[in-house]
């Protein structure tokens, strides 16, 4: 028994090896999450490079109606790369403020194998499932 904490030092030990395991899965997540936004900011730049090249220069309807398309284009994916860059901006906050790996809608642990397939998660599977199923209810 730990005379200072009053406690069993394997349940310390346990504790500690927990913690230890939670620090290692965030570190991974972290640096999961760096990579991607990384890899998102570099998307975003080449495809605004690659849309500036395209010669926008007057021409008939079809090369007009083509140059409308794929502006339409550009548009959608930059919008799409915007929306991820969110959220693995809120995950890295979340991990700044310590509350990373919570569900928002549960508040419970999100499961580590879920974390490391989307680090941005924001829900666990039952919270994603609650989520869903209240949406589904109050869908027009």
Not at 34 to 57: G, H, M
Not at 109 to 127: N, Y
Request: charged share 30%.
């Amino acid at each position: 028994m730990d005379l200072v904490n009053g406690s069993n030092r394997s349940s310390n030990s346990t504790e500690n090896s927990a913690e230890s395991s939670t620090d290692s899965l965030v570190s991974e997540c972290r640096k999961k999450l760096l990579k991607l936004k990384s890899d998102l900011l570099n998307r975003s730049k080449q495809a605004a490079s690659d849309f500036n090249q395209i010669d926008k220069a007057a021409g008939d309807e079809i090369d007009q109606s083509s140059a409308h398309q794929e502006e339409h284009s550009f548009l959608v994916n930059q919008n799409r790369i915007k929306t991820q860059l969110v959220e693995v901006e809120f995950a890295l906050a979340r991990i700044e403020n310590g509350t990373y790996g919570i569900c928002e809608e549960t508040e419970e642990k999100i499961e580590a194998d879920r974390l490391l397939a989307i680090p941005w998660t924001r829900l666990s599977i039952e919270g994603a499932e609650i989520r869903e199923s209240a949406q589904k209810r109050y869908a027009y």
